[in-house]
């Protein structure tokens, strides 16, 4: 492809991510609280729990599912695009599972089946980046993956602050804005690069690379399941005098400026790991900030100084999260079963809908957050060195 169609195509994959991200964010964050609020009152913590660990065991296995599907019709002369179709289809018909859900179980059981509907687009769209995004362009196509959180969490906060929007209505705007963004990745041919139809590389040195990357992103993402889950709960230990609603439209606004401020970082950062071929320097510093933020929150005593210390760690987890997944993409040994390895690397962002949730049961209270958020410092700032001992490819 021509540099013109390049960056056209690099926007059109960013929309179909920002897609993605709004199909998933705006519930998890936000409606689903509300939910299980409605449907569960007092014992809301435990059915939040148990649908971020059935939703990421059926993440965990559907994203590797769909993945090697799609490899499959890609061997047999297809593409990945038919799946994401019928993921959004089934994206859709689960919103209005969970719209209906008048009980625990009902919700936990739509939640399961969202997570695979979700993960059926999921997967084979992070393979096509893989498949159609030359190696040189990936550092800048992470940092614009970036514009996905805010675009997604600003919905989130739009549709909580209309006061006229019911339950219903916010559920139905979701999977219809969703499709709308995926809509213009499906409706253009696919053009495989150069570096996809290179022969497998069999070296034991990659293979070693690609596991530490693995364990490094699995340590960062446990602060960032923990965070996405229960934040809502976290600004409400240190404010327990704001009302839940009143909280729930602070949350999502603090989501939106928190994802919005890394935006021009992690371009910068990955057009500058593009120009001179090194991304690990930048892994480091953005673990080391990210770290720092947590430690803020733990010491937080106010509203305000929370949300700045959230800010500060999701600058951090961003710039990391986006930079590492334009290296770990480099690192994937085999063309043929890339949807496959890409779904097996997916499990640093599901299992720890596993750990995390386990962590904060064991470590917070309604009242108290600290002792986790410290916890969760260490994994990060470890998940960063981590890093270091990955070999640097150009």
Not at 87 to 108: D, E, K, N, R, W
Not at 231 to 257: E, G, N, Q
Request: aromatic fraction near 6%; proline fraction near 5%.
């Amino acid at each position: 492809m021509t540099g013109r169609r390049v960056t056209l195509f690099l926007g059109i994959v960013a929309l179909a991510h920002a897609g993605g991200v709004i199909g998933y964010l705006p519930l998890l964050t936000m409606l689903l609280p509300i939910k299980a609020q409605a449907v569960a009152g007092d014992a809301r913590l435990g059915v939040i729990t148990a649908a971020v660990i059935g939703g990421a065991v059926a993440a965990s296995l559907s994203n590797i599912l769909f993945g090697w599907l799609s490899d499959r019709s890609v061997a047999r002369g297809g593409g990945r695009r038919g799946w994401m179709a019928g993921g959004i289809v089934a994206t859709a018909l689960c919103y209005i599972a969970i719209a209906q859900a008048a009980s625990s179980m009902a919700l936990l059981l739509a939640i399961v089946a969202f997570q695979v509907a979700i993960n059926a687009m999921l997967a084979p769209l992070f393979a096509i980046m893989a498949d159609e995004i030359p190696d040189e362009r990936r550092g800048v196509a992470g940092g614009l993956l970036a514009l996905a959180n805010p675009v997604a969490s600003a919905l989130s906060a739009t549709l909580i602050g209309i006061g006229l929007l019911g339950e219903g209505a916010r559920l139905a705007i979701i999977p219809l804005i969703s499709a709308a963004c995926v809509a213009p990745l499906l409706a253009i041919r696919g053009q495989r690069t150069a570096h996809t139809m290179a022969a497998p590389v069999a070296e034991t040195r990659l293979e070693r690379d690609l596991a530490l990357a693995w364990i490094a992103r699995l340590l960062v993402q446990i602060a960032g399941n923990v965070l996405f889950v229960y934040l809502f709960y976290y600004l409400i230990s240190i404010a327990p005098a704001v009302p839940a609603t009143d909280m729930a439209s602070s949350a999502a606004t603090l989501l939106t400026v928190a994802y919005i401020m890394p935006l021009p970082i992690a371009l910068l950062a990955g057009r500058l790991s593009d120009r001179i071929g090194r991304r690990k320097p930048f892994l480091l510093g953005a673990a080391i900030v990210s770290a720092a933020g947590l430690t803020g929150m733990a010491l937080a005593d106010r509203f305000a100084t929370a949300a700045t210390a959230f800010m500060v760690y999701e600058v951090g987890s961003a710039v990391f999260l986006v930079l590492h997944a334009a290296f770990a993409m480099q690192l994937l040994p085999d063309p043929r079963h890339r949807g496959r390895d890409l779904g097996l690397l997916n499990l640093t962002n599901t299992l720890p809908g596993l750990l995390g949730p386990i962590l904060t049961w064991l470590l917070a209270t309604p009242q108290d957050f600290d002792a986790v958020m410290l916890l969760l410092a260490v994994l990060t700032l470890t998940g960063g060195v981590v890093m270091l001992g990955v070999r640097q490819y150009r």
